[in-house]
């Protein structure tokens, strides 16, 4: 079931009465997220619960979805990156209460009643993202053992012309 999703969330008061969110959001709007995308396609489909643990702390629990577009930090060409995050989110409203959250959550910071959703689930997919994003093993048109040793001293040019002389050599 997918609905209109809004842009605001009462995160204290969905967690009482125990709302459900479904829906996609467009990545173009993170804007902390996109100088780390190659390029601003795709989208984020989340399913999110609301609600209260045993204990009572407010949480939110589901799973978001996204198909980023990466760049390969090893030939610079932009490659497909499925991500799914799970998520457990304890809901705080200080940094005390952070500390005091069990460990089966991340906090998520409430500091007002209208959170945008769509920094909650770009701060969560910001930590699900690889620090250096590579091509998996086998796509990559840059063999690993020569990027590996020389990654750090090469320019992206001299990448460039490596791969053309590779390229051409192989004719
Ligand atoms: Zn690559």
């Known amino acids: ?65 996204a198909q980023v577009r990466l760049q390969c930090q090893r030939c610079l060409q932009p490659f497909d990156y499925p ?24 906090p998520l910071l409430v500091t007002s009643q209208n959170m945008p959703l769509a920094a909650i689930v770009e701060d969560e997919l910001l930590l699900a993202l690889p620090a250096a994003p590579l091509h998996k093993e086998g796509e990559c048109p840059v063999p690993v053992q020569s990027a590996d040793t020389q990654a750090a001293k090469i320019s992206p040019f001299a990448v460039l012309s490596q791969l053309k002389t590779k390229r051409s050599k192989a004719r």
């Open 1 to 65: 079931m997918s609905e209109r999703l809004p842009l605001f969330v009462d995160v204290v008061r969905y967690a009482e009465t125990g709302r459900r969110l479904t829906g996609e959001l467009p990545l173009s709007g993170m804007t902390r997220l996109l100088p780390l995308l190659h390029d601003a396609s795709g989208g984020a489909w989340l399913d999110l619960q609301f609600g209260k643990d045993e204990m009572k702390v407010a949480v939110v629990r589901g799973e978001i979805r």
């Open 83 to 106: 991500m799914r995050v799970k998520c457990a989110l304890g809901v705080v409203t200080s940094e005390a209460e952070a500390d005091k959250l069990p460990a089966d959550y991340e």
